[in-house]
C-alpha cells in the first residue's frame, strides 16, 4: 500500500492507493484559517495535528503495510519555526494580504521586474519574498526567533521525521530560486532587503528529501519522500510531464500549469516557472488567486447548496441573462497571469429580475474566462487535463470545456496525493506505471456553438477586465 498525504489550505488528505495507482481509501480534516483586514493566518499545531490525525484513521482503516508515503502540501505563505521545528508564530498564509503597499512599491522602482527577469518568478503579496520583507520591518521580533521560514510540507516533513530542514526545488522557485543553477540567488535575497535574514532559508534539497517516519501518523520506519508542493504534484498525478501539455486544477486557487523545456523571462512578469525534479524541465504556473473559493462566497451569499449547482447552471443559458463576474475575490488582489494587488472583483448586469443561476453561471464563466487567460498565457498547446473539487460538477466541466474551446481529461480523486506518491518512488527506485496512475476518469468534449460563443464572450470579459485592472490603479 502507498500512502500520499496532501495538506491543503482549507484540509488535509491522506489517500491510500495500491500498486496499480487505484484510490482504496482516503481520509480528510478540515483545517482553520483566519481572516481579518486582509491578513490570512492559520494555526501551525493544528495542521499538524489534522496531518497526524488522517494518517492515523488511515492506517487504521486498512490492514496493508505502508510500503512508501509521499508528501505535498500547499505553497508559498511563510511557516516559522525554532530549531526543534516549533511555530514561532501562527502562519502567514498564501492567500495573505498584508505585503501589498511593499509589493506596490517594488512595482514602481523596478525591484519586481528585476526579480522576474531573474528568477522567472512575478512575486505576490503572499509569497515569501514580501512577506519576510514585511515581518522584518513590521514583526523583527518573530524572524529572530526563527531558525528558518518553511514552507507547509517543510514543517510536517520535519515533524514526522526529525530529519534536518529542507525544502525542494519546486517550494524554492517562489521568488528565490535561480531555475538555471537550481539554487538561491543571493543578489534577489538582497534586492528584498534581507540579506541579513538569508540564513532562514531552508537548504534546497534536489532530488527531494527522504527519511523515515518516527512513529506518529506513519508506523515507524516507514519511507517518507517530500515534495513536490501541491501544483507540481498534480501535474505529476495528472501525467503532466510532456512539453506543451498542460493542466488546470479547479480548487481554492484556480491553477493553470503548462510542462515546459523553455525557459523564456521575457514578456509580461507574470507567474513562475517550478522547477522540477528533471533539471532543464519547468512548469509554467499562472496560479490564480480564486477558484472554487469565489463560487463558495457566492453560494454561500445567496444561499445555494453545491448540489443545487449542476441543476442552475443546466436551467440558465450561456451568458447568464447579461449577468457578468469578474471573479477577483482575493482580498490581495491578483497574481496570475498578471499581478495587481488592488484588484477587486466586479458583479455587472445585474437586475431585480436576475436569479440565483443567473449569479452561479455568470461567477462559473467568470473563472472560466480566468482560466483561459492562464493557460494562454502559460503557452498551452497541447492536451490539457482538469482536477480538483470543481470536478464533481458535470455541468461546470461542461461549462469549462465549452469556455476553454478544448476537449478536458477529466482526473478526479486525490491528484496531488497521487502525484506525491509518484514522486516518492521515483526517488526511493520503486517502479510504477505512471501511465495507468494518471488514466483520466473521462474525457469532456466542448459543444462547438457553445465554444464559438464563449470565444466572444471571452474577448468582452478581456477588455471588462483591463478596465477594471485601470480603476484598481487610480
Known amino acids: 500500500m502507498y500512502v500520499g498525504i496532501d495538506v491543503g489550505t482549507s484540509m488535509v488528505k491522506a489517500a491510500a492507493f495500491d500498486g496499480t495507482g487505484r484510490e482504496l481509501a482516503v481520509e480528510a480534516r478540515p483545517v482553520g484559517l483566519a481572516l481579518h483586514g486582509g491578513r490570512v493566518e492559520q494555526d501551525m499545531e493544528e495542521v499538524y495535528a489534522a496531518v497526524v490525525g488522517v494518517l492515523e484513521a488511515l492506517t487504521a482503516r486498512m490492514a496493508e503495510p505502508v510500503e512508501l508515503a509521499g508528501l505535498t502540501g500547499q505553497g508559498d505563505g511563510v511557516w516559522l519555526v525554532d530549531k526543534d521545528g516549533r511555530p514561532v508564530r501562527p502562519v502567514v498564509s498564501w492567500m495573505d494580504g498584508r505585503a501589498h503597499e511593499l509589493l506596490d512599491q517594488w512595482l514602481a522602482d523596478g525591484t519586481f521586474e528585476t526579480v522576474f527577469r531573474r528568477t522567472g518568478s512575478a512575486m505576490f503579496p503572499g509569497c515569501p519574498g514580501p512577506l519576510l520583507a514585511w515581518l522584518d520591518r513590521y514583526e523583527p521580533k518573530s524572524l529572530d526567533a526563527a531558525a528558518t521560514a518553511l514552507y507547509c510540507k517543510d514543517m510536517v516533513f520535519r515533524r514526522l521525521t526529525g530529519a534536518p530542514v529542507t525544502t525542494d526545488v519546486s517550494d524554492a522557485s517562489m521568488p528565490f530560486l535561480d531555475p538555471r543553477t537550481r539554487a538561491y540567488d543571493n543578489r534577489v535575497v538582497e534586492l528584498l532587503g534581507l540579506t541579513h535574514r538569508r540564513g532562514l532559508l531552508a537548504p534546497v534539497g534536489d532530488p527531494i528529501a527522504t527519511a523515515e517516519a518516527r512513529g506518529e501518523g506513519l508506523p515507524a520506519g516507514t519511507r517518507l519522500a517530500n515534495g513536490p508542493y501541491d501544483l507540481p504534484s498534480c501535474a505529476l498525478g495528472a501525467g503532466v510531464t510532456t512539453p506543451g501539455d498542460g493542466l488546470l486544477i479547479v480548487g481554492t486557487c484556480l491553477a493553470s500549469l503548462v510542462a515546459t523545456t523553455d ?61 457578468h463576474v469578474l471573479p477577483y475575490f482575493a482580498p490581495s488582489g491578483e497574481r496570475a497571469p498578471f499581478v495587481e494587488p488592488r484588484l477587486r472583483a466586479e458583479l455587472t448586469g445585474v437586475s431585480l429580475e436576475s436569479t440565483k443561476g443567473d449569479l452561479i453561471r455568470a461567477t462559473c464563466e467568470g473563472i472560466g474566462y480566468a482560466a483561459r487567460h492562464c493557460l494562454e498565457a502559460a503557452g498551452l498547446t497541447g492536451s490539457l487535463a482538469v482536477c480538483g473539487g470543481g470536478t464533481r460538477s458535470p455541468a461546470w466541466m461542461r461549462l469549462l470545456a465549452d469556455v476553454l474551446g478544448r476537449p478536458l481529461r477529466v482526473v478526479e480523486g486525490e491528484v496531488g496525493a497521487r502525484g506525491a506518491v509518484l514522486a516518492a518512488a521515483q526517488r526511493y527506485g520503486i517502479a510504477l506505471d505512471a501511465a495507468a496512475w494518471t488514466e483520466p476518469t473521462a474525457v469532456v468534449e466542448p459543444d462547438a456553438a457553445r465554444a464559438a460563443y464563449y470565444a466572444k464572450a471571452y474577448e468582452d470579459h478581456l477588455a471588462r477586465l483591463a478596465q477594471a485592472r485601470g480603476r484598481a490603479r487610480a
Open 263 to 323: 525557459l523564456d523571462l521575457t514578456g509580461e512578469p507574470a507567474g513562475l516557472y517550478i522547477s522540477t525534479d528533471r533539471p532543464g524541465h519547468w512548469l509554467r504556473a499562472m496560479p490564480a488567486m480564486v477558484g472554487t473559493a469565489a463560487l463558495d462566497w457566492v453560494l454561500s451569499t445567496t444561499g445555494v447548496h453545491h448540489e443545487e449547482v449542476d441543476g442552475l447552471l443546466a436551467g440558465t443559458p450561456p451568458g447568464a441573462n447579461g449577468v
